[in-house]
């Protein structure tokens, strides 16, 4: 026989004729390295025609050639470790998370600021009226620092040259380190939430924003009657939709800068008007102390869960590395870390000034809802209409491009069923009816559960494990840091004691919204 094994450009010898047929070979379940831009197969099918280099004929009898994919590590590595660092997965170039490796470092500062800060960094205020000056400065720091720690560690553990994977999403990762079941027991759900819920709760803010922000611009006086709040989310939901048209999570990049823009501006522009006010008469700083001492930690608790509400995002840090070319002498981890690094500088340079000059105005006044509600019911007569406008629109741009990034993941896993039984691409049209049918189906949820962006505590709670827990032990199990080491001690410390802490903020959480009695208005937004 003629033919080849073909590795890259490298020929090795001809296969004696007595050989048996090479079976086919299948490509392993992730990839290292993928092509841009591109939707088709990264991989020939083993059934197609031979044609053979003599005569130029096809020839339907012979083996056919097993080809190794050319998307390698350059510049002279060995072949063995090319083979060992090249494990390709067709499937990876039709999904959208995986559809573009064009990404870069400012791509990833754009994506990280816009998932990292949003609406729920406005809640900041109301952790400091539990926790007091000294003790919220400290938690939001501790947390801070933590949550960056893990976020180092995601970005180091999203690639492994000692097995040639690119772990691409953050349930990959997880059912890699925990295992498929137990991944699937305690991490699926924080992680559908924090993408399907983020969007529901994205459609809830957008939507009542927008109908604050239609009553700013049109005055006291304007006649025009403003639509209902139902009305105002299926407003925003349709513009969501409409912009999650775009492909892959490449191609969100300067939505994600607008987001990230906005995010920043409405998060520096409340607390300046804030401040600048000056501290409302009678404000108070003396925590909030329960009767009872019960009553006392639970109140502690939902106050720790609401300031570990304030930092999201980790579920979408593997994703967003993964739209990084990356290969062994330019590793993805390299633009990755300086982009998250850029970008959690400027959320600190948001939250720190909004916690602690949100507080400082407003001290125990501060409404249960945020320093937006705040804003307009303390300053909406002597503030300027312009200024509160601007703020409202920022909040609703920063939502509409938030629910991009967060809705991706839903989007990639839809698409992916298709994927895996059908081995083709998803048509233009079925990619559409997705994210359509995505969108409305969480204006449908928002519609039904409109109190659910008041549970921030218990839903920090649910949330923490994904940011501060499971990056830990995923770390031991990957890395096995020598035992007793400084790095095996932190990382077991940092991870059970986040276990510990997410059983205490759930039970908080829940306890607090019983005590509260939260009105369970199902199909009744406000």
């Not at 999570?249 to 409405?266: E, F, K, M, R, W």
């Not at 998803?426 to 969108?439: D, E, K, M, T």
Request: glycine letters at 8%.
């Amino acid at each position: 026989m003629d033919d080849l094994l073909e590795v890259g450009s490298t020929q090795v010898t001809p296969q004696p004729a007595s050989a048996a047929p090479t079976p086919p070979i299948s490509a392993p379940p992730s990839q290292f390295h993928s092509p841009s831009l591109t939707r088709s197969p990264l991989l020939q099918s083993p059934q197609e025609d031979h044609i053979h280099p003599a005569t130029n004929r096809t020839s339907k009898n012979t083996s056919p050639r097993v080809r190794t994919p050319r998307f390698v590590t350059p510049l002279g590595s060995p072949l063995r470790k090319a083979l060992h660092l090249t494990k390709l997965d067709p499937q990876e170039a039709w999904l959208p998370i995986t559809e573009s490796r064009n990404g870069n470092k400012y791509y990833a500062a754009f994506h990280c600021l816009c998932s990292g800060i949003g609406i729920q960094a406005l809640v900041l205020p109301v952790a400091f009226t539990v926790l007091g000056w000294a003790w919220g400065v400290i938690c939001l720091t501790l947390a801070f620092l933590w949550q960056l720690y893990t976020l180092y560690i995601l970005v180091q553990l999203h690639e492994s040259p000692e097995h040639g994977v690119r772990y691409s999403r953050y349930m990959q990762l997880a059912s890699a380190t925990l295992g498929a079941k137990l991944s699937k027991a305690v991490a699926m759900f924080p992680i559908l939430y924090l993408s399907g819920g983020t969007c529901v709760a994205l459609i809830i803010v957008g939507g009542s924003t927008s109908k604050m922000f239609f009553q700013t611009v049109c005055g006291s006086t304007c006649g025009v009657k403003t639509l209902t709040t139902v009305e105002w989310y299926l407003v925003f939901t349709c513009a969501a939709v409409v912009l999650s048209q775009l492909p892959n999570l490449n191609s969100i990049a300067g939505v994600s800068l607008v987001g990230a823009i906005t995010a920043v501006g409405y998060c520096t522009l409340i607390w300046v008007i804030s401040v600048a006010e000056g501290r409302m008469p009678g404000v108070s700083y003396n925590p909030l102390r329960p009767p009872t001492y019960l009553e006392r930690c639970f109140a502690v608790l939902n106050a720790l869960g609401i300031v570990a509400f304030a930092f999201r995002g980790h579920n979408l840090i593997l994703e967003i590395q993964a739209t990084m070319p990356s290969s062994e002498k330019h590793p993805s981890r390299v633009p990755m870390w300086k982009g998250v690094k850029f970008a959690y500088l400027s959320i600190a340079m948001c939250i720190f000034p909004l916690a602690i000059g949100g507080y400082w105005a407003y001290g125990q006044m501060i409404p249960e809802s945020g320093m937006l509600t705040a804003l307009y019911a303390f300053h909406g007569k002597d503030t300027s209409r312009f200024l509160l406008g601007t703020a409202s629109l920022f909040v609703i741009i920063n939502a509409v491009s938030s629910f991009q990034i967060y809705g991706m993941p839903t989007f990639d896993d839809m698409e992916s069923m298709f994927t895996k039984r059908l081995k083709k691409a998803c048509p233009w049209w079925l990619r559409a009816l997705i994210r359509v049918v995505v969108g409305f189906g969480c204006f449908f949820v928002a519609v039904a559960v409109p109190f659910l962006s008041s549970l921030a505590g218990l839903i920090g709670g649910l949330a923490l494990p994904v940011t501060l827990v499971f990056p830990c032990f995923m770390w031991i199990k990957i890395k096995k840091p020598k035992v007793y080491s400084p790095m095996w001690f932190l990382n077991w410390g940092l991870g059970l004691l986040g276990v510990l802490l997410t059983a205490a903020l759930i039970s908080a959480g829940i306890y607090v919204m019983i005590d509260n009695g939260i009105k369970f208005s199902f199909f009744k937004p406000q």
